[in-house]
């Protein structure tokens, strides 16, 4: 539940928006996924499209003439570490491009846009001045925010549970054989603590690996701790009921004082410093991965986005999310690298997209929020061609396999351009797993374009899919 103090908190930070730039409007784009979605991809890709104003051809405000201009501003908030564009946008661009190091923790950049407003009165005084606020921040600490309104009882009930599922057997086996080991009446060691701890987070970790892909277990900092690494408030787990009574010297009752002190420490101050600021969203979702997986893989991303959802959904009984959710009016799922398939799937990834947030989405709109699905490819690293076989056409893709990349047997040194065939997506996305099995892909990791074109002004220009459109939608309407 939230607190009086929260509302001021709140109520404060917008007026502290307001006075830092007391004439220039600001838009705070939130930019999200799950760990190796695409977020650093998809912002270094958003900044140097506005700079160098790119080839867009679906976003309005540069095709009619009317976008001037972006510079990078003063970075507004002290406290928040600069999303780091230079640093990756050389590693992209360099004499050796390689993709750049992704998200761990909460970053933010601003951009100052200007324009010609399309609108009478704007219009009239010569160009308007925009502030875009970029903020960069893992999924997984979204899936955080029903911790507020659980118990340590009630989060370990589920916890345990989940860890005991068939899917999870093989990652949790460990931590709950620890967990059967303890007595959790016994007197609290920090040596326990730790011991449990870092049993429960391996398993989190297993369940994340290649091939699992499984995605919808908080807390989220035991994945992606920032610079909480270690902290008291990141060493505990989950336990069973105890049995009797909870001495406050019990290892029980340590583990409990943790679980609140991750809850006041981590989670609230995050949603109500942060998340509550945004206007617009945008959902990066690594769809192809998930589907290259298989079913269980597929069933849980869905489970992740219908809990991240959640926290943009209003006017629910949780007063957190009537509160933080109150100034979101857009919100973007975006599949991400959709250069790993041909074009002739696009709309079919984006049909699947569309499926896998539909409960979710229905319930956004319906509190007042818009929401959308595309498939795009922030840069994108491979090309289109066709080959033909025994006189059949097959639609491939071509591009350099990142070195260590495998498949059928064959192991790639990097360096190596080869066409691929992807497989296609199904024609509708109800018949995705009819026999339970994957979706037959070839899903290998490409290295990123390696010859980039130059624009007149001499920029790199980074080629993409749908970016555009992507970028039209998040903030095309502010640009009237
Ligand atoms: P983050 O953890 O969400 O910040 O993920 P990143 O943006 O670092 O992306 C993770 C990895 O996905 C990158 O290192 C790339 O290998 C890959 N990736 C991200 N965006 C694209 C894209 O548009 N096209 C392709 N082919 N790969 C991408």
């Known amino acids: 539940p939230t607190t009086i103090t929260d509302e001021i908190g709140i109520a404060l930070g917008n007026l502290a928006d307001a006075a830092a730039a007391p004439f220039t409007p600001t838009l705070r784009l939130g930019v999200t996924g799950l760990s190796r979605a695409g977020k650093t991809i998809f912002i270094t890709a958003l900044i140097h499209n506005l700079l160098t104003g790119g080839r867009l051809p679906g976003f309005a405000a540069l095709t009619e003439g009317r976008f001037i201009g972006a510079r990078l501003a003063e970075h507004p908030d002290a406290g928040i570490p600069r999303f780091a564009y230079e640093q990756h946008l050389a590693a992209l661009t360099g004499k050796d491009p390689h993709w750049p190091d992704s998200t761990r923790k909460i970053s933010q950049l601003r951009l100052t846009l200007k324009f010609q407003s399309k609108r009478w009165v704007s219009g009239m005084f010569g160009p308007t001045v925009l502030n875009l606020d970029i903020v960069d921040y893992p999924g997984e600490w979204l899936l955080d925010l029903p911790l507020l309104s659980l118990s340590f009882a009630e989060w370990s009930e589920q916890a345990l549970k989940r860890a005991a599922l ?6 949790a086996a460990a931590f709950l054989s620890e967990i059967a080991q303890t007595d959790s009446s016994k007197e609290a060691t920090d040596v326990d603590a730790e011991r449990l701890a870092t049993a429960f987070t391996d398993y989190l970790r297993r369940s994340r690996e290649d091939g699992r892909a499984l995605s919808t277990l908080p807390p989220g900092r035991f994945l992606l701790p920032g610079d909480l690494e270690g902290s008291p ?13 909870v001495r406050s010297s019990s290892l029980y009752a340590m583990l409990e004082r943790r679980y609140e002190a991750y809850k006041a420490i981590v989670v609230r101050p995050f949603f109500r410093d942060h998340f509550a600021r945004l206007d617009r969203q945008v959902v990066l979702v690594d769809t192809l991965r998930a589907l290259n997986a298989g079913p269980a893989a597929v069933a849980d991303l869905e489970t992740a986005l219908t809990d991240i959802l959640s926290c943009f959904r ?9 509160l933080v959710a109150r100034r979101i009016d857009r919100i973007l799922f975006a599949a991400t690298k959709a250069d790993h398939i041909h074009s002739s799937s696009h709309d079919r990834l984006e049909a699947v997209m569309n499926r896998l947030v539909a409960d979710a989405a229905r ?9 959308r699905s595309m498939a795009i490819a922030a840069i994108r690293a491979t090309r289109e061609s066709v080959i033909e076989e025994a006189g059949e056409k097959h639609e491939v893709i071509v591009g350099t396999p990142q070195a260590g990349e495998v498949l059928d047997g064959r192991t790639y040194d990097g360096k190596t ?4 065939f992807p497989g296609d997506l199904p024609e509708h996305p109800d018949s995705l797993f009819e026999d339970g099995r994957p979706v037959a892909l070839n899903f290998l990791r490409f290295q990123p374009p390696q010859r980039l074109e130059k624009n007149a002004e001499g920029n790199v220009v980074l080629p993409h899919i749908r970016f555009d459109r992507a970028l039209d939608y998040l903030i095309g309407d502010w640009l009237r």
């Open 417 to 420: 351009e080869i066409a691929l």
């Open 314 to 322: 209003q006017g629910d009984n949780n007063p957190i999310t009537r």
């Open 233 to 245: 408030a990141l060493t505990f787990a989950p336990l069973p009921p105890s049995v009797g009574p």
């Open 363 to 371: 319930k956004a709109r319906f509190a007042g929020a818009e929401t």
């Open 166 to 171: 068939p899917h999870s057997q093989a990652e």
